[in-house]
């Protein structure tokens, strides 16, 4: 028997149970994996918190895990290649992630990137994938200044890695009493600036004189949307991963992984974040690890907004 987080109903992360559950043996084109990491992101929470469109409960929670392969199916080829027993891998998007053993398609299943600790890896994708999209939505290229906000966020350290491999300049909002954040953005190769009164004037001097082509939103703030719109002349160079209503009200870019454009999009771009993370150019990191039956207590950490890393459940 498995153990393996769920909500049973829709409502606040202190109404999940962790129960025991029969894995169902795989089928063709599935694998099991034993789960060594899940990674944790506010969408874990925030997709069950209410009801949706669709959604039955129970909910199993968790999209993106590390482990290893311990069972593989008939014709389950992974996403990148042949599965065997004993494989390190990691799997994104997947659907009860928060559990000990999972069975779940080999389409979704990868090879873990070696240089990556399980905890690392389970973290990687989603985050990896969300920063891609936001890149390519808004079509920058080398040479161009982009303002992303929170940018020493768990999402934003991803972008500012992603967009330095493409010679992207980023300007990255951090709080205004924030050394380590600021230290984390430059690491990445960003610019910080401190958000507040007087932010666009402080974006610009950080431009020095360059157009801000492009703003990637991961705060959600009034003040981060207003910003970009008064700094950033095209609407459809400003994307919001967390503000839906403003991007309807003001005419920019709204991506989320559940929409279908999004989702075909994230699902081919975890190749190429599994390439960077494997090369060395793209970092994940953590600032705390928790064991499964904690799980209540690491979402509500991550959900206060300031984790300074990812977080990942240990199985």
Do not use: C
């Not at 109903?9 to 559950?21: C, F, H, K, Y």
């Not at 084109?29 to 506010?42: D, K, L, Q, T």
């Not at 891998?89 to 997947?94: H, L, Q, S």
Request: hydrophobic share 50%.
């Amino acid at each position: 028997m498995a153990m393996r987080w769920t909500a049973p109903a829709a409502g606040p992360i202190e109404t999940w149970v962790l129960d025991e559950v029969e894995v169902a043996p795989p089928g063709a084109g599935e694998v099991i994996v034993r789960v060594h990491a899940a990674g944790i992101n506010p969408a874990d929470a925030k997709h069950v918190a209410q009801a949706r469109p669709g959604a039955e409960f129970p909910v199993a929670i968790g999209y993106e895990l590390s482990g290893e392969v311990t069972a593989v199916g008939p014709d389950a080829v992974g996403g990148s290649g042949a599965l065997h027993v004993g494989d390190e891998v990691v799997a994104f998007r997947v659907q009860g992630a928060y559990a000990t053993e999972i069975t779940v398609p080999a389409r979704d299943v990868f090879a873990k990137p070696a240089r990556l600790s399980h905890a690392e890896a389970a973290n990687l994708l989603l985050a990896g994938t969300t920063a891609a999209e936001m890149i390519q939505v808004t079509r920058v290229t080398a040479g161009d200044t982009v303002l992303l906000h929170a940018a020493s966020g768990a999402v934003g350290v991803s972008p500012l890695q992603q967009a330095r491999e493409l010679g992207v300049r980023v300007i990255g909002t951090v709080g205004p009493d924030a050394d380590d954040s600021a230290a984390r953005v430059r690491h990445y190769g960003g610019i910080p600036v401190a958000y507040g009164e007087g932010l666009a004037e402080r974006v610009e001097t950080a431009a020095e004189g360059a157009p801000v082509v492009a703003a990637w939103d991961a705060a959600g703030t009034d003040e981060a949307i207003d910003v970009s719109l008064a700094l950033v002349s095209e609407r459809d160079h400003i994307v919001t991963i967390v503000r839906p209503d403003r991007a309807e009200a003001d005419g920019f870019l709204w991506i989320a992984g559940s929409r279908p454009e999004s989702a075909r999009f994230r699902d081919i771009a975890r190749a190429r974040v599994l390439e960077l993370a494997a090369s060395g150019a793209l970092e994940v990191p953590v600032a705390r690890t928790y064991p499964l039956a904690d799980a209540i207590d690491a979402v509500g950490f991550v959900m206060t907004g300031h984790p300074g890393g990812k977080v990942a459940l240990l199985a």
